[in-house]
Each structure stands twice: as structure tokens, then as C-alpha cells.
């Protein structure tokens, strides 16, 4: 699971602004964009929104989150892939075109 905070750094400890779904003692990886890196990434995303190279990235709010019976569906034909790359089997699942 990937997920996008604020957090205020005061006295050498992070404080996250809103709850992070994570149990107690887990491990985590933290990149810091400060409040400007995090402003020049997004003119940068904007400029090639504008200059449709990219699609804008989706809200929180717009994408659904995966069900369970999907994942499951998922998991079971990656692991029927015989390790097969993912790129791999997306070619394939398109088809020719």
C-alpha cells in the first residue's frame, strides 16, 4: 500500500496530520518532499498535463479502492504466469493490435 501524508516535524519525531492505516511496530520507507519540492513536482505535472504527454493523476476521492475478490483474482493469475513479467502478460491480454 502506497499513501500520501502531511506530517509536521517538531522536536526530531514526524507527526503524520491524519491517521495512516499501519499496525503497531510496522516498517515503513518515508521519502520527505517539503511543502515547495512538493509545489515544483506538481508545476512540473502540471506542464505536461498541459502539454498532454501525461494524463493527470487521479484524486484520492476518484479511484475505488480493490476489492478483495479482485485482488484475489488478480493474485491467483499472476501466480498462474509461470513468473512472467506483468508487462509480458498485459502485451499478451491486449492482443494484437
Do not use: C, F
Amino acid at each position: 500500500m502506497s499513501e500520501i501524508i502531511t506530517a509536521v516535524y517538531s522536536n526530531g519525531v514526524l507527526h503524520p496530520q491524519s491517521h495512516l492505516s499501519l499496525e503497531d511496530g510496522q516498517t515503513v520507507r518515508i521519502q520527505v518532499l517539503t511543502e515547495e519540492t512538493a509545489s515544483e513536482a506538481e508545476q512540473v505535472i502540471q506542464s505536461l498535463v498541459a502539454a498532454l504527454l501525461v494524463t493527470p493523476p487521479p484524486h484520492r476521492g476518484d479511484v475505488e479502492p480493490v476489492s478483495e475478490e479482485a485482488w484475489r483474482e488478480l493474485t491467483q493469475r499472476l501466480e498462474a504466469s509461470g513468473g512472467k513479467p506483468l508487462s509480458e502478460i498485459i502485451i499478451e491480454e491486449r492482443g494484437p493490435m
